[in-house]
Nanobody
Framework: VQLQASGGGLVQAGGSLRLSCAAS????????MAWYRQAPGKQRDVVAD???????NYADSVKGRFTISRDNAKNTVYLQMNSLKPDDTGVYYC???????????????WGQGTQVTVSS
């Protein structure tokens, strides 16, 4: 199982970016999908998550600006980021709870991270 994240980049404050994370491999099912952010010198914190039935949660700092969504047919999770601020700068990682065909228990998998830089 692999997660491939994409969509990061450099944007001015107030701009938008859309991140994508696609899971591939021998996947039986995917439960919760989430995005985390790690700012320079800080710990990795959850930004948003979404369950298989579409229930979502957001960090207070991104509520009203970010939207998480998923396409279960494509095993892909998205993060639409609007009204970006310099404080949103960091490496964004996706994490998915996956039941592989070859396992009987759920496993957490991480993507490789994608850099988001917001200039003031």
């Amino acid at each position: 199982v692999q997660l491939q994240a994409s969509g990061g980049g450099l944007v001015q404050a107030g701009g938008s970016l859309r991140l994508s994370c696609a899971a591939s491999g021998t996947i039986s099912s995917i439960n919760t999908m989430a995005w985390y952010r790690q700012a320079p010198g800080k710990q990795r914190d959850v930004v948003a998550d979404i369950t298989r039935d579409g229930s979502t949660n957001y960090a207070d700092s991104v509520k009203g600006r970010f939207t998480i969504s998923r396409d279960n047919a494509k095993n892909t999770v998205y993060l639409q980021m609007n009204s970006l601020k310099p404080d949103d700068t960091g490496v964004y990682y996706c994490k998915c709870r996956i039941l592989p065909y070859t396992w009987s228990t759920w496993q957490d998998y991480w993507g490789q991270g994608t850099q988001v830089t917001v200039s003031s």
